[in-house]
Structures are given as structure tokens and as C-alpha cells.
Nanobody
Framework: QVHVVESGGGLVQPGGSLSLSCAAS????????MGWYRQAGKQRELVAGI??????NYADSVKGRFSISRDNVKNTVYLQMNSLKPNDTAVYYC??????????????WGQGTQVTVSS
């Protein structure tokens, strides 16, 4: 009932930038927190999250380089990634915490998008 679509991944050189987008649609009564995880091999890490009121939080490894934002009209969360490093290479997954029409709370996930930082 809820569709979450990511876009914006790709290959970039160290020091470069990428922007990721994640849009939710379908049976959505209200969206609460949104954000991004990343996984390289077995390791899973919360990269950034943003609360419904706009308060962000970041992993220490990306502070000062990444910026998360949201558009509540478009049900979209963004991740602006600057000064990229090879260790940022991972599959990035967005999440959306939401209530459906039955007002039940659940977490929906995007399909994942590959970010590769390499020279």
C-alpha cells in the first residue's frame, strides 16, 4: 500500500558530491520521521534522520559533510552528500515512519541505491 522510491545514486570521485531523493506515496495518513541507512558488506549504519518537525541527526562519520532535509508536501526526504570519501561507498536505504489510514504505525523502506566513491 505504501511505495517508497529512491533515486540519485551513482559513481563519483573522492571530494565530489551526490544528492539522493526518496519519495513516499500510497496509503499515508501521516509521515513522522524519515532518514537514511547505509550498508557496506555486513555493516549497517544509520547515516541521518530527520524528525517531523525538521530536527536532524547525523552519524559522526558524516557530520559536516552531509545534510538531510524534507519536503512534507511532496512526502520526500533528501540527502545532500558533499566531500565524499571512499568509505562512503555503500548501498543507501531510506526509511519512512508513517501511519496508514488505519492509524497504525509502521516503517517502510526504499529499494536501495548504490553510491560508489572511487577515483
Amino acid at each position: 500500500q505504501v511505495h517508497v522510491v529512491e533515486s540519485g545514486g551513482g559513481l563519483v570521485q573522492p571530494g565530489g558530491s551526490l544528492s539522493l531523493s526518496c519519495a513516499a506515496s500510497g496509503n499515508i495518513f501521516k509521515i513522522h520521521a524519515m532518514g537514511w541507512y547505509r550498508q557496506a558488506g555486513k555493516q549497517r549504519e544509520l547515516v541521518a534522520g530527520i524528525q517531523s518537525g525538521g530536527t536532524p541527526n547525523y552519524a559522526d562519520s558524516v557530520k559536516g559533510r552531509f545534510s538531510i532535509s524534507r519536503d512534507n508536501v511532496k512526502n520526500t526526504v533528501y540527502l545532500q552528500m558533499n566531500s565524499l570519501k571512499p568509505n562512503d561507498t555503500a548501498v543507501y536505504y531510506c526509511y519512512v515512519d508513517l501511519q496508514g489510514s488505519d492509524q497504525g504505525l509502521s516503517r517502510s523502506w526504499g529499494q536501495g541505491t548504490q553510491v560508489t566513491v572511487s577515483s
